[in-house]
């Protein structure tokens, strides 16, 4: 058949099933390349030809350096009408018509003779032809076997260029796809083979070990772990040949104790001799030191080394091995197991994942060389790697008799809020049996929006709509009133489920999971979050109400430094604002002048001595707290530097519209080198499309820069900087010659802060040391590089008392224990 009878035919089949065809296919049967899409969109159906519109350009445009062609390519779609996969659309897709027009793209492509490549753009296709969901999991990968088809094809996919239209920072990604999919077409593309040895005997698995541990290439080291227990290793010193020395079967276990503990023994010798690889290798060396008491120091993490050249694109193990194999996706063979499969699939993934992250880091490392990256990575990554994985396995301790009292008083108080929640919304709608259950987001929409009519422009109860409800003068006060109340609800069953009801481990430590990928919005921050067997949470975020909890070991104290106005200190010498760099130095060389207060005289133009030294006071009239003018100077700095509007300075610092609108023209107007600075920043960035900080971390810009995307470009090297250097700070004070590791130590980040424990004759000397390391200068290149200044953040230190004062700061009580929550300032820290 040619394209028109074959066209025809397809309508013909379509019509006796009830299918409406308003695209049909297009292009040239005899074509050895099938491109299928999902459905066509309103260009496609105005014009009956499939990708013609914007995506079409994006697809024809990727495509063409590959040397391939609309001419030369079948071009369909799975539905050939206009359809919307999503639920409760313009445009749905019952299930039977979806099976309908499965069987027809099954016999449209039998129809095409000399077929040998498809490109499936988008979940549909993938379903369609694989029965396989989740395109951006299996995206990237090549597939030689496909039951559909009567003739052998190789098949790649990769996104709807639609969906990459609606996302932009996944361009760059549906470009690589297209490159190999090109090299599938062209012959260049060599499907990735790995030998797997599995169920290995004790002599077979000691063997590998010891060939693992005197080879001269360094060894990649993963492990899985069924029901809490670690349950086998994978070692591999290249990409096609790895080994799971898999410790039981399905059933029991495969080695005598004796036999396991001796293969303890041999991978511990491996990881203080040899080089070691792993994919989120922090994971692997706390759970095995925490776990079964390995000792691993990870020399090259894969996800780290790919979130220092592209910290904005995905770090799985699966995406890497799309960027750097041409192994399809297989990441999900670690799961189907359990579905009444052969447990040996699980080991043979296991070796998989060794070989694979081998393969990766060899690839990764010459990039980082190529793109200069690599002494960044070594010396600063994976310098720090090794303390977060301590911090992991020693923990902190906590206090669980306080925990649970606090939790139990809490369980009473949340209790009484959803009471008097109940009671409120009895007096504004007067039916007893409503009682709207407050933990259901759905049925506060109806309570707020259906029921009591509140107006909104997002139909949504989170906070950020609740503080805009509450602000708006159109809110009666009866409903601000219950809003405050779910306000409060929403907190305090928050810290009470989050926090005071957390589980920690058997010996009340509270294991936190470091990880330096941190967060999308702010590379180079750490994060963290609760550990794999489900206790502790992230440490970070703890409420200061939750500091208590922490407590110091036997014969030990807290210590803690914190970098002073850290990121405000960064933008002065980036933006060059003269006068802030004068108020900070003179803040940090006097330790009595405040810059917030300098600040707030600037804005309200008052003077100096006239500003409060405190962030809130009493209004005499009302009775009530309100904030000062330092306090709103405070809170712009924090939030406007980084592109903020007024109605979110509103939001953050709960202020009216009226007075935010006004502290934002009062702060752009005493400092307009901020706007420069974006200015300059959003120049550099379009014609760059990268960005360094000091310290050396390079944004690669790869999405559209838009206004969401220049807040974090522009946050970017402040965050980062200040981010980097209080984890510099980190391993630096730990191998600083004076650190006495049996007497001190850091146990957690929180946000520029480090807090520790140290021996009570030891204490003054830690955060001697740490804030030696806190102030040493940090060389700033200004916006405009005609200046490289040192900025010094200053290290506010603190240790722990048990003493436990009155307002008056008399000593009323001793505590058994030295709490985080009971720090005193410490400005004497000797030679």
């Not at 066209?7 to 074509?31: H, I, M, W, Y």
């Not at 395109?135 to 190789?154: Q, W, Y």
């Not at 996706?329 to 070989?355: C, H, L």
Request: hydrophobic share 35%.
């Amino acid at each position: 058949m040619n394209i028109e009878q074959l066209k025809q035919e397809f309508k013909t089949r379509a019509s006796e099933l009830s299918l409406r065809v308003q695209c049909p296919a297009d292009g040239d049967v005899n074509a050895e390349i099938a491109i299928i899409g999902e459905g066509p969109g309103q260009n496609e159906v105005n014009e009956e030809r499939p990708m013609v519109g914007a995506s079409g350009k994006l697809l024809w445009n990727a495509l063409r350096p590959r040397h391939i062609l609309r001419t030369d390519c079948y071009i369909t779609n799975v539905c050939k009408r206009q359809i919307s996969l999503a639920q409760n659309t313009r445009y749905p897709v019952s299930a039977d018509e979806w099976v309908k027009w499965k069987h027809l793209l099954h016999w449209e492509l039998n129809q095409l003779p000399n077929l040998k490549y498809i490109l499936c753009l988008g979940n549909a296709g993938l379903d369609a032809l694989f029965g396989l969901d989740g395109v951006t999991k299996v995206r990237g990968s090549v597939f030689s076997e496909l039951e559909a088809i009567n003739h052998p094809t190789k098949s790649l996919i990769t996104f709807n260029p639609a969906a990459v239209i609606r996302e932009p920072k996944n361009e760059i990604v549906f470009l690589m796809d297209i490159k190999r999919f090109g090299d599938v077409v062209n012959g260049d593309f060599v499907p990735y083979h790995i030998t797997k040895h599995i169920n290995p005997t004790y002599q077979e698995a000691s063997e590998w070990i010891a060939e693992m541990r005197h080879s001269t290439e360094p060894v990649s080291w993963d492990i899985e772990s069924i029901s809490m227990e670690t349950v086998c290793h994978g070692l591999a010193n290249q990409g096609h040949e790895a080994m799971c020395i898999n410790l039981r079967d399905r059933y029991d276990n495969r080695f005598s104790t004796e036999e396991e503990l001796q293969l303890l023994y041999q991978l511990q010798d491996l990881f203080q001799n040899q080089k070691i690889i792993a994919q989120n290798g922090n994971f692997d060396a706390h759970w095995s030191g925490y776990k079964d008491l390995l000792d691993a120091r990870i020399y090259f993490d894969t996800m780290l080394a790919h979130h220092t050249l592209y910290p904005l694109l995905p770090h799985s193990l699966g995406f890497l091995t799309s960027q750097y194999t041409t192994h399809p996706f297989y990441k999900d063979e670690g799961k189907t197991w359990r579905e009444g499969g052969d447990i040996d699939a699980f080991w043979r993934y296991n070796a998989t994942d060794a070989a694979i992250t081998w393969e990766c880091h060899r690839r990764l490392k010459l990039e980082l060389e190529e793109q200069k990256l690599d002494t960044f990575f070594f010396n600063h990554v994976m310098r720090l790697d090794p303390h977060l994985v301590r911090s992991t396995v020693d923990g902190f301790l906590t206090d669980s008799s306080v925990r649970n009292e606090i939790a139990a008083g809490l369980s009473i108080d949340v209790a009484k809020i959803e009471q008097k929640f109940q009671e409120q919304v009895q007096r504004l709608i007067d039916i007893p049996t409503y009682k709207p259950n407050i933990r259901s987001p759905q049925q506060m929409k109806s309570l707020f929006f259906d029921r009591l009519k509140v107006k909104t422009t997002t139909g949504s109860v989170d906070k950020e709509n609740r503080d805009k409800i509450i602000n708006d003068v159109r809110t009666p006060q009866d409903i601000k009133e219950l809003l405050l109340t779910y306000d409060e609800y929403q907190r305090e069953s928050k810290f009470f489920s989050t926090y005071a009801d957390m589980r920690v481990d058997p010996d009340d430590r509270f294991r936190t999971t470091w990880k330096q990928q941190g967060v999308t919005k702010a590379p180079g921050r750490l994060s963290s979050a609760g550990n794999l067997w489900g206790t502790a949470s992230n440490a970070q975020n703890q409420p200061t109400r939750s500091h208590k909890f922490f407590i110091a070991e036997d014969d030990t104290v807290i210590i803690y430094i914190d970098g002073g106005q850290a990121e405000a200190r960064v933008v002065a010498y980036l933006a060059d604002i003269e006068k802030w760099k004068q108020d900070f130095e003179r803040a940090r060389l006097t330790g009595t002048f405040d810059a917030h207060c300098s600040l707030a005289s600037d804005m309200y133009k008052i003077p100096y001595d006239d500003v409060p030294r405190e962030d809130w006071t009493v209004d005499e009239r009302t009775g009530l707290e309100v904030p000062t003018i330092r306090y709103k100077a405070k809170r712009c700095r924090h939030g406007l530097n980084y592109r903020m509007n007024w109605p979110r300075l509103a939001e953050t610092a709960k202020l009216s519209l009226y007075e935010a609108k006004k502290n934002y023209i009062l702060y752009h107007n005493v400092n307009p080198e901020i706007k420069l600075w974006w200015n300059r920043l959003e120049r550099i960035v379009r014609a760059d499309r990268q960005l360094f900080t000091p310290l050396g971390r390079r944004l690669r810009i790869i999405q559209r820069i838009d206004e969401d995307a220049l807040e974090s470009i522009v946050a970017f090297v402040p965050q980062a900087t200040i981010g980097d250097h209080v984890k510099r700070v980190w391993y630096q004070s730990h191998e600083d010659d004076e650190w006495d590791n049996s007497k001190m130590r850091i146990k957690f980040n929180v946000h520029d802060a480090l807090i520790g424990i140290a021996k009570p004759s030891h204490a003054k000397t830690a955060l001697r040391i740490m804030k030696k390391y806190m102030e040493q200068p940090i060389m700033i290149e200004n916006v405009y590089k005609t200046k490289v200044e040192p900025c010094i953040i200053p290290g506010d230190c603190k240790i722990s008392t048990n003493e436990i004062r009155n307002k008056e700061g008399e000593v009323i009580d001793i505590d058994r224990y030295h709490r985080w929550s009971n720090l005193i300032k410490v400005k004497d820290l000797g030679p």
